[in-house]
């Protein structure tokens, strides 16, 4: 696997030509292995579609869906950077929006409860990591072990790291 860094320019599974901004390292429970795990997270802002427009959006990735830009297709960006200075400097000025991510917990579907009821349960302003999440929702009595189930939502706002974790927060209940 390669070692990526800030600035560098890559393509990945969407279309385009992007480039890293932001690296973040944490830990993750890992629902499989069911233990903590180190995860990253790459942050990329695309220069261009495949056709060569612009096409400036943000998206974050796991480093195994990245592919450097080198050799030919390194050349061919240089040569549109070139070609194209005030869109390149554009491009630079452009400052992405902080991206959310968002951490579900699988809980079975309470009997006499609305997800207001389930809502109303969670602090709005404490901030969780994964696994303290988990845990805060067993502690309430919700089970996650039949069916049918609803979804509380954890949200972490721009992606908030602490400590090597990230830090959602209660978002919602989902009935499915």
């Known amino acids: ?12 599974t969407q279309s385009g030509v992007w480039q890293i901004y932001r690296i973040e390292l944490f830990k993750a429970f890992s629902p ?24 400036f959006t943000q998206e974050f990735f796991s480093p195994n869906s990245l592919f450097p830009v080198k050799g030919e297709a390194e050349h061919d960006l240089d040569l549109c ?15 992405p ?9 699988r809980v079975e579907t309470p009997e006499h409860q ?13 901030e969780f990591t994964q696994s303290e999440a988990m845990k805060f929702v ?21 992606t908030v790291l602490r400590d090597g974790y990230v830090r959602y927060v209660f978002n ?5």
Do not use: Q
């Open 1 to 12: 696997m390669f070692e990526f860094k800030t600035g560098d320019w890559v393509f990945t």
């Open 32 to 55: 499989s292995r069911k233990a903590l795990e180190d995860k990253t997270l790459v942050f990329a802002k695309r220069f261009i579609d495949d056709t060569g427009k612009a096409a």
């Open 81 to 95: 950077i070139k070609s194209h200075p005030k869109l390149y400097a554009k491009f630079l000025r452009y400052k």
């Open 97 to 105: 929006e902080p991206i959310n991510t968002v951490f579900h917990c």
């Open 114 to 126: 609305s997800t207001e009821d389930i809502a109303d349960m969670f602090p709005k302003d404490v």
């Open 138 to 158: 067993d502690s309430l009595g919700l089970k996650s072990n039949s069916y049918p189930l609803w979804t509380v939502e954890f949200v972490s706002r721009g």
């Open 172 to 176: 919602r209940v989902l009935e499915f």
